[in-house]
């Protein structure tokens, strides 16, 4: 069993390292504070492959394993946490596209991710229906040249700034079968926005989105009408474990600051790491970060050799963000006062990460996931 990444991962990681902390890291605290979403950031990332990392090379991406998609995101992740929405937005919309639309459909709508022109959303989630997303009510109505959507979509990542979202809508009965994806403008006069103000990630431009018989074009149904929602929760599998290592990136920096504190400063005549009190929980810090960090490797290699990693990408889901947010939230107690201040960035990545605890799928579903996968549909919940 070999742990290590190999010579390619490794130099992949340290080129993205250093984009990360030269580019996006010196935009994350003032975009937070401008509370806006900069759409050159889009672009940025697309210079250096990060949004066409799932995409096939013909239409322009990079065709890359899962386990790069997630050691990109836990890069980026150290450096502008909010940065690596964009990550994992076109990783799990990429990985639905190509499973799903035709290559017509592919060649059209690629590209534009790949490039950073265009910014993606996925809207599932309503004003009555989180976790279970089954129930959507938002309707999709046939009409003679294609489909018309009606309903409101809420706490869409990228919503105020997205040029195109892939949009489950109910075409039939109840349930997930009667549910289908498509490919929206969401620049149409008939779909109008509003912006949350969250107590994190404000730099996201989370938003409702009422649809009033905002038209899509028949070629805008990816994948067969019902198959939407199984779809779309197939590539969650995997994408949960990419969220799982940008929250891990943005608190193993915080780790790294803390102990680079605790050599710096001094107090009782001794550097403060000196303590058992100080350094024993960045210790025990470390230590659950490394075990965190592997499941979410395994989830990505379970899926790159076409293994189930459902059960995995749950346990990466569901630890990563909640292990992120202690983690970060002890950093900040080490470093002190001084941590406390705005000036530093300490408060603003537990702001963000406890975002992902919710978003993306709760623990309690994560935690239903895996107790299905322990002990059998039958003798779980």
Request: hydrophobic residues 45%.
């Amino acid at each position: 069993m070999d742990y290590s990444l190999d010579d390619d991962q490794e130099s992949y990681r340290q080129s993205v390292r250093r984009f990360a902390t030269t580019v996006l890291a010196p935009h994350y605290q003032s975009d937070d504070k401008a509370a806006r979403f900069r759409l050159e950031l889009a672009r940025d990332m697309a210079r250096m492959g990060l949004t066409g990392l799932r995409i096939p090379e013909e239409y322009g991406g990079q065709d890359a394993s899962a386990v790069i998609a997630g050691l990109a995101a836990e890069e980026v992740g150290r450096a502008d946490f909010n940065a690596a929405y964009l990550i994992i937005n076109t990783v799990l919309i990429s990985d639905v596209i190509v499973r799903n639309a035709t290559p017509a459909q592919q060649a059209d709508w690629l590209p534009g991710i790949a490039s950073g022109a265009t910014v993606p959303c996925i809207c599932i989630t309503e004003p009555g229906h989180g976790t279970d997303a089954a129930a959507m009510e938002t309707r999709a109505i046939r009409t003679a040249d294609g489909w018309t959507l009606h309903g409101e979509k809420t706490s869409i990542t990228l919503g105020m700034d997205a040029d195109y979202g892939v949009v489950l809508a109910r075409t039939g009965g109840p349930g997930a079968r009667g549910i289908s994806a498509f490919w929206v403008d969401l620049h149409h006069p008939s779909v109008t926005r509003s912006q949350f103000d969250d107590l994190g990630s404000r730099a996201i431009g989370r938003a409702s989105l009422h649809f009033d018989a905002t038209p899509v074009a028949a070629d805008g149904l990816i994948g067969q009408e019902g198959q939407g929602f199984v779809s779309v929760m197939q590539g969650f599998d995997y994408s949960r474990a990419v969220i799982g290592l940008a929250c891990l990136g943005a608190a193993q920096i915080s780790l790294e600051e803390a102990l680079q504190w605790c050599r710096d400063r001094e107090a009782f005549g001794a550097p403060i790491g000196t303590f058992q009190g100080v350094s024993f929980p960045l210790a025990e810090a470390a230590t659950y970060l490394k075990g965190a960090r592997h499941v979410c490797l395994e989830a990505l290699w379970r899926k790159d050799l076409g293994l189930d990693h459902s059960a995995e990408a749950a346990m990466a889901k569901f630890w990563a963000p909640k292990l992120a947010t202690e983690v970060i939230h002890q950093c900040l107690l080490t470093v002190g006062h001084v941590a406390y201040s705005s000036e530093a960035p300490f408060g603003q990545r537990l702001r963000d990460v406890i975002g992902l605890e919710i978003g993306d799928g709760t623990a309690q579903v994560s935690k239903l996931v895996i107790s299905r996968h322990l002990l059998g549909r039958a003798f779980a919940p």
